[in-house]
């Protein structure tokens, strides 16, 4: 998934200074009938509409298509899939499909659709319809049918049972099933309205769409014809804010109830406005800087562990993201499925980094270059701090700033050196996250890295076919493991979500894929 | 020739800087790092992901294949379908007109409301109070950032005392006009201080011309004298100005329509530069030179209007 690149326009200081006035004068200037929060009395009244306000505006509403973050989580109160993710992204839930049997070869996949679920115009939804929007992803070039290549057929054999079956055994099949790109569509009116279908979609989730105007507001509504818990809210409003001061003010003004990611150095400012908090939600972030094995010294097992060792991971935290970030140690996301927790963050050891930079055959370091986006305030901070560490070893790092494709495309292709990058999970299977950092063959190169080992791939082929629990936790255990020892790329951070929220708002949650489409059926807004 | 003998000649001129433009938006667009593949897959990237994205926009064709297509649409006014919102080109880009053709027109207005009395009056009492605090106030005015002010006018009028909104377009004409109200000022603001010092200017010197003291020795009454002889004059001057700096403004845009959530012209110039969408950069990119050139072409014209004399030196 990509987060799209936000401009920050406003310097800290002068941003905190804005803030500290609007902090002092907000309270008394736009709420005065409510008296205060609204949220400390005891009969206070509630709301139908939820007010988001997100950074970027809507790329579209095809699931199959969607690449940007904001519009995959917007999506997931739309549409429904097979199943779905827990919320805590560990674990799989029915959704559309009640139940499932999967054959004793693994090769086989009956799914029993719920008879009673109905579209948002009163058709029902069948296994037809199921059938059509899975190959429909599948076959959207560019899309994610490669998490599919394993897949023969997918037929309806009546209209609520569907059978899928597969030419080796897969086992991320229901992870990537509950994906949001393979949500289940209307066949007839998409077949009938081609793209113009997404301008106006009909869905099956708990909420539709009724105004849709991708850059400034999308405006949900219930669905009246959803099948599972009524949302207690019945309106969602989805503004697009792109600055990050602006989103900020809305929410002190109140006039939005939640604002994703306020910039890390407001967060203690809003936290010190009364009513209105900043919540952390574990994510499936991890912040990584690429060591391409194109440039000499980066080839040498030594000088990579001692760049680990060089690195002050806690620092780092503290200085780049005001310490709402967890140091890291596992290139697989915290907590997610079979992570090992085992491995513990390299420690801070400036000795022990230079005695294996001798042994590498660099005792007096080397000339390196680290590539940055500019405009992210955190990615820029932890350079800086990254720099000033290695100079501590000898290594002399020249930070280069470029805007974010640029960066990215610096840093693919094998011209590179060092590199700030981050992953984030599509699904809650640790097949996706491994292909892509350790999967030789995988088409990533080892997040470009370069590095190729042959036990690693190895075991990340076995641990898609494996269909035991046990037998799959040993192998990414041992994955995790070889990553961690033979550091194709450093792993500094696990970093959160944040997003700003009143008071007023009860039951706000966001799961660690960053879908809060489940925390929206229980949601309320009290009168504020 | 006539007042407007140019016009034909300008015509022409316009056509090949038209050419000219989308030759260079179209190659450099390609020459920035970074494709709309990467854009959509970000860290998911594979080759051969991106290779099948290529294919579906047809940029896996030959690069001068891609401008003759290019070219060939843009003939029957079509810029091409848009990578990232599943529509024509044309369609969005003509959806991110109105807030931006809005913000611009209203900005002008606001400045000419703001500059053309204080601007007048300045030149009329030099070193008056007008002309002293009006100084000082545009001087700071035109220091500040237009991201700053805007943000400020939001803490004021926004969020401590609550008048306007804190953004977004609004709906039907007086919906415009109220929503827009903040950042039109916000331009408007920096704008009037070019408009009021040229104007004050102009206004001075026009005083100290001898046709003044012809049409006072005349008897013509001061008041007549002002409107008729002054201020007509000196207003030239500001006509030209305003006219060179309304084409800045187009570009000034970007920055407000980003405080104030404007679904405009700016903002998606930035987004569609930022996620590579070919299609729409180029099209935006050849309707602001449009403007640009048309704008310029309507201030020549309208000085011609209002000055017999400029036509004659364009075109005799």
Redesign the interface.
Known sequence: ?????R?R??SAG??AL?LA??GC??SS??TSSSGGSGTSGGTTATLNTLIIANAV?V??L?PA?N?VNESIWMDQNLYSRLLQPNATGTGLLPDLATSWDISTNGLTYTFHLRPDAQFSDGTPVTAQDAAYSIIRSKNT???WG?LLTAVKKVTATDAHTLKITLTQPHAPLLADLAMYAYSIVPEKLVKAQG?AF??HPVSSGPFMVTSY?????IDLARNPHFYGTKPKISKVKI?????D??RV??L??K?ADIIENPPGNLVSEINKTPGLSVQLFPSTRVDFIQLDQHYKPFKNLYVRQALNYALDRSAIVKLAYQGHAIPGSSFMPYKMQYWNSSLQPYPYNVAKAKQLLAKGGYPHGFKTFLITVSGDVAGQAEAVVVKSQLAAVGINVDIQS?????A???E?GGHSQMGE????N?IIDPDEVAT?GADCK???NAFNSYWCSAQATKLVNQGRAELNNAKRQQMYSQIQQIVYQQTPYLIIDYSPYRYGVGGWVKGFHVTPLGNYDLSLETLTVSQH | MSRFGSMPRRLVHLVILMFGITLVTFFLLRLIPGDPALAILGSSYTHDRAVAIDSTLGLDKPIWTQYGLFLGRLFHGNLGFSFFYGQSATTVIAHHIPPTVFLIAYSAVLAALISFPIGFVSGLRRGGIVDQSSRVFFTLSFAMPAFWLGIMLILVFSVHVPVFPLGGFGRGFAGHVYSLFLPALTIALGFSTVLVRSLRAATISTLQAEFIDTARMKGIRWSQVLWKHVFRNAILVVVAVFGVNLAYLISGTVLVENVFSLPGLGTLLVNSVSTRDYPVVQGVTLLFAVLIVGINLITDITQAALDPRVGQEIGA
């Open positions: 998934m990509l987060r799209a690149f401009p326009i406003l002068l941003v804005a006035a609007a004068g907000g200037g736009t505006k790329d579209t095809d298509q690449s070039s560019g899309g490669f793209k997404w301008q105007s991708a850059d400034s507001e503004m697009i804010v792109p600055n001061n602006t003010l809305m002190q003004s006039k470029y805007e974010l494709l640029t990215y495309n610096k693919d990058r981050y992953w984030t599509d892509f995988g088409g990533a």
